[in-house]
């Protein structure tokens, strides 16, 4: 494959050239969909934003590293993160600055690269004052899939309407975290990635109005997990009296010429911890699936909780799409063990999985299990936002 061009979005060297208006580097490309420049989106709503989200584990459990950045053209900002948990350290290096070329995937030492659109990417963060670091390239294990367009509209407005392509992969590179220093190799280094967009809520809190009720309220469980030969995407969003807005049972094979299968409608059997919102382990199940039943035991073998110093909405000066400045680079750090009672909402854990009957029956794979419950579920004990009884 030839080198990709100078102002390319593959290249890390990007430099945004000099234009008049709103112009920028994409509006040399043919990709527009509607009559403006890139630079503004179709929608004027002030939740309108363009995302990757990465994660990277050890298969051990030894170590779990999540990454995001984003854009929201509407607010006038591009944020990104990255969270390396190892044990209960919990390490965060964020960045915001005022967005420019769409072209330019870089806020401070945070950057995407797209190396192979679809097959191959990096991400990196240079090293700073926080001890946090690293140079990671990604290729996918299987093809990037869409999924199901999340759409949700209250009173009237649209809350959530968005697109977003999901992907397992593997990893090599390095990471240094605090004292750690892991050499990381796709034999034993998986994750996953998206890139979503459309409207969804960022930034400053708005005036509720009508709209007393969270955005998303009931369970969420996002689990896209890799095999040796498939990957299995699943996802559900269901309120406390059974209806789901969103869900999703995929298998997906590594042989592109294999069509994805859908596998029914999934079931759910979560163990909470007592007095908590925490989940221990998992039993999903495929009871529909075409070439006979089927289920996965979800192990957990590392949290990480987002949602600390991230951008996920529980800072209220630190949120994504929220205008910090020029530019603002900061760093934190949380020890689980100390910080007990900062742990809250979502979860993203590396989970182990093994398949449990059907035609991959003694499988062993791992990836993401990511939950949410907001509000009250009673189907696990959960009334309003008290822990399980």
């Not at 870089?106 to 679809?118: A, H, M, S, T």
């Not at 967009?197 to 109005?209: I, Q």
């Not at 007592?274 to 989940?279: A, E, L, N, V, Y």
């Not at 020890?335 to 009957?357: A, H, M, P």
Request: glycine share 10%.
């Amino acid at each position: 494959m030839s080198s990709p061009p100078l102002n390319s979005p593959t290249n890390g060297d990007f430099v945004a050239p000099r234009s008049h208006g709103s112009l920028s580097s994409w509006d040399d490309y043919p990709v527009h969909q509607v009559a403006e420049t890139i630079r503004h989106s179709a929608t004027s709503d002030r939740n309108f934003y363009d995302r990757y989200y990465f994660n990277c584990h050890s298969n051990d459990g030894k170590a779990f590293l999540i990454f995001g950045l984003g854009q929201y053209p509407n607010l006038g900002v591009q944020d990104s993160f990255a969270v390396v948990v190892t044990g209960n350290d919990h390490r965060v290096v964020r960045a915001s600055r005022e967005l420019g070329d769409r072209m330019e995937n870089r806020v401070g030492p945070l950057r995407v690269e797209v190396i192979r659109p679809l097959e191959e990417l990096r991400i990196v963060c240079e090293p700073n004052e926080f001890d946090l670091s690293f140079d990671l390239t990604w290729v996918g294990a299987m093809p990037a899939y869409e999924e199901p367009r999340q759409f949700v509209r209250t009173h009237g407005r649209v809350v959530f309407d968005t697109t977003r392509l999901a992907q397992t992969g593997r990893w090599s590179g390095t990471i240094t975290s605090g004292e750690h220093t892991f050499e990381v190799t796709p034999d034993s280094w998986w994750g996953t990635r998206d890139r979503s967009w459309g409207v969804r809520p960022v930034g400053e809190e708005e005036p509720a109005g009508i709209r007393t009720e969270g955005q998303m309220v009931g369970f969420w469980n996002y689990v896209p997990m890799q095999f040796d030969d498939h990957s299995i995407l699943y996802m559900v969003n269901e309120h406390a009296d059974g209806t789901r807005v969103l869900e999703e049972a995929t298998r997906i094979w590594a042989d592109p010429d294999r069509a994805p299968e859908y596998l029914g409608r999934p079931e759910h059997q979560a163990v909470v911890t007592s007095g908590t919102r925490h989940i221990e382990s998992s039993m999903l199940s495929f009871p529909d699936a075409p070439d006979g039943a089927f289920e996965i035991q979800v192990t957990p073998l590392l949290d990480c909780w987002l949602m600390l110093g991230t951008g996920y909405g529980l800072e209220p000066d630190w949120r994504h799409g929220m205008y910090q400045g020029e530019l603002v680079v900061q760093g934190q750090q949380v020890d689980y063990e100390k910080d007990k009672d900062r742990l809250f909402g979502l979860v993203d854990q590396i989970g182990r999985f093994e398949q449990i009957g059907g035609v991959a029956a003694g499988a062993i794979g791992h990836g993401l299990h990511e939950f949410f419950f907001i509000g009250e579920f009673g189907k696990y004990g959960l009334e309003g936002w008290d822990p399980a009884p």
